[in-house]
């Protein structure tokens, strides 16, 4: 995998003095995903190359899984980066918001392009007791996500209670230790009532963004091994 200098370049935090250059469109639909109206309307369908490879892998990657899926993405960022309207960060190519894959109260997979809060039971608030949060599903998304060879992931902010849904699924379900550590260290919510209705995915910097892109946080112990595993892709 190698990364041209025309390619595009996330610069500054995720919070401050951001821009975005030359940064790619995510197409409107793809193999197992669709971008949302509001993303839409909002022109935030730009991101560094590397969230939109991963976007599409672990979208395709869910749905040969599950088939009929399809991964509801919402805002990533503006075409130049800088900040956005109801958004702290996505201000320069590195956060995407997806929403929860979900099924109704008979087992069927929907396609809602609502941000449905969940509760800790993992059921729908708001419509109540309409939707319940797939879990099988949203974890193989998360699997794909930190096992991905597009791009390292840094957080994937989620309620806590949806966490453990998570976590005690790939448990069950026989994950290994070291997948199951990543998880707990990247499923994060980062204030209360957060996340309930979507998950928030940031990448760390690609290497050839740096030193004009900056990682705020932590740096997980795997991540520079990923990181050199990816280049050699």
């Not at 892998?57 to 130049?80: I, K, P, Q, W, Y």
């Not at 449905?116 to 193989?140: C, H």
């Not at 204030?191 to 209705?197: C, I, S, Y």
């Amino acid at each position: 995998h190698t990364r041209c200098g025309w390619l595009s370049r996330g610069l500054g935090d995720v919070y401050k003095r951001q821009t975005l250059t030359r940064g790619e469109v995510l197409p409107k639909r793809g193999a197992g995903y669709e971008l949302i109206r509001q993303a839409r309307s909002r022109k935030a369908r730009f991101a560094v190359s590397e969230l939109v490879a991963i976007i599409k892998e672990t979208a395709f990657r869910v749905e040969r899984n599950h088939r009929g899926s399809v991964l509801m993405v919402g805002d990533l960022s503006r075409r130049l980066g800088g900040p956005m309207d109801h958004h702290g960060s996505h201000q320069n190519g590195r956060d995407v918001d997806l929403l929860f894959y979900l099924r109704d109260m008979k087992g069927r997979i929907t396609h809602s392009e609502a941000f449905i809060p969940i509760d800790a039971n993992g059921y729908s608030t708001d419509p109540p007791m309409t939707y319940r949060f797939d879990t099988e599903r949203n974890w193989t998304l998360v699997k794909a996500l930190l096992t991905s060879k597009r791009a390292v992931v840094q957080w994937i902010f989620v309620s806590h209670n949806l966490k453990q849904l998570l976590l005690g699924f790939a448990q069950e379900t026989g994950e290994s230790k070291e997948m199951i550590h990543k998880a707990k260290q990247v499923l994060h919510q980062p204030g209360p009532k957060t996340h309930v209705d979507h998950f928030h995915v940031r990448i760390y910097c690609p290497p050839g963004d740096k030193p004009g892109c900056r990682d705020v946080g932590p740096r997980w112990s795997w991540m520079q091994r990923q990181q050199k595993a990816i280049s050699k892709h």
